[in-house]
């Protein structure tokens, strides 16, 4: 039976006639949209203990200390820290015993008059799960996708009054009501790809890690970032204005980067381009929807194959991207610098396999000119003879399309090669273009 979904007014008012809930809202940038739905539904002064947007900039900084960027995890962690130690100073000893206290701090930039800016914020609940409590943090990076400041400013009102009601009122709990961020919003207007927890409430229950992984299978993001170190980092970030290396992986495959064939990558691409303003960004993507991917993995074996890739410090981009373009689109919305894709033989030749396009109404011809726009090329690796025999009959890929060389059949230390495999039909022309082209290249090892 599916579960009933609240609206944002029965949310909303569910908090105002919830005596024990009491808080208060600072929001910059898209004007004051989640405490105006506490006012709006009625009862708000059982819910909002101050309301405030401190807009101006220096107004903002003497009241939270000097930020280098406003719209920044820095900045809504400085407004958390403020305005919760203020409520408790304030309100702890008259109400403290009965009341659970929160802070709400959103620091966003909405579109622009020129509609030509980023549109993204930070949202922050610090909240007590119980009355006297230590209390937990939740901090969100939120990507606004509508085309207008008014729309954005409504979907930010919506996510703050969820954010609020998974804290206090989720039944199954914080952690798993995060799938419940989007609740009413609609689909492809907020992306939530950072999703930082803290407290007593969260910290024998989830780790990084985990909490991508439900961001990823509950719909809020096509990517989530980590670091080294496992932690989630905005893609927006991390990748803006930098030329990046990457390797795709899928929970089928060995968890083991090579970080020696990055290093080779790296070194192809400054041979190519040897005026490169900053230093490559070298990630391996885990894919939980890969079309490389065995149908029906599940939840645990994803999670612990993504937990094997952080534990080897290395940038590790969670994504719900089936094909390789798609994974092109998303990152030239952060960077129009150099992308080099590396990867194996067999996995370039599924790239030309029309197979894994019956999703895509353009097919394999306009998947291959996605993948490849601008300055994105792909590095390929050789490999033995049985590897690439085995990966092709592993995703059920017959050989009528495309075959090794025929020294395969004649010479033990064979190896198939971007210039040696060899395709059928019309696939052959396609194969050939992308090699002369110099949008395939082989990744050289000497």
Sequence with gaps: MAKETLDTHQKALAINLDDNIYGTFAEIGAAQEVARWYFRVGGAAGTVAKT???????????????????????????????????????????????????????????????????????????????PGGEP?????????????????????????????????????????GLDNLGDNIGESRIEVDVASLSGPVFDSVVDPAHVGMAMIRGGLAQAVLFDRNGNQFAPSGVTRKRPIIIKRTSARYSSVIDSAEFAIAEEQLRNEVPDLEKPPLKITEFSISSVHATM??????HLQHLREL?????????????????????????????????????????????????????????????LYGDTVRVYVQPMSCGNFRSHLDSVGLGDDWVSPPASCDTSDGAAVTLHNIEFSGPTRLIHRYLIESGWVQPLNAD
């Design 310 to 370: 952080i534990a080897q410090e290395e940038w590790v981009l969670l994504t719900s991207l089936r094909q390789s373009y798609k994974l092109t689109d998303y990152l030239r919305r952060y960077s129009r610098h150099p992308v080099r894709f590396v990867m194996g033989v067999s996995t370039f030749a599924m790239l030309l396999s029309e197979q894994f396009y019956v999703d895509s109404a353009g097919g394999m011809l306009e998947a291959t000119g996605r």
């Design 136 to 176: 937990n943090t939740i901090v969100l990076h939120v990507n606004m996708m509508d085309e207008d400041a008014l729309a954005q400013q409504e979907a930010m009102g919506i996510l703050g009054v969820n954010l609020i009601h998974v804290a206090f009122k989720a039944t199954e709990g914080p952690v798993k």
């Design 52 to 130: 405030m947007s401190a807009y101006d900039m220096l107004v903002s900084d003497e009241i939270y200390g000097k930020a280098d960027r406003y719209v920044s995890r820095e900045r809504v962690e400085a407004m958390l820290d403020k305005e919760y130690s203020l409520l408790i100073r304030r309100l702890s000893d008259s109400r403290g015993d009965e009341t659970r206290f929160f802070a709400l701090c959103n620091t966003v930039a909405a579109r622009n008059f020129a509609g030509d800016n980023e549109c993204h914020g930070w949202v922050g609940l610090r909240f007590q799960s119980e």
């Design 296 to 301: 029906g993995s599940d939840e645990d074996r």
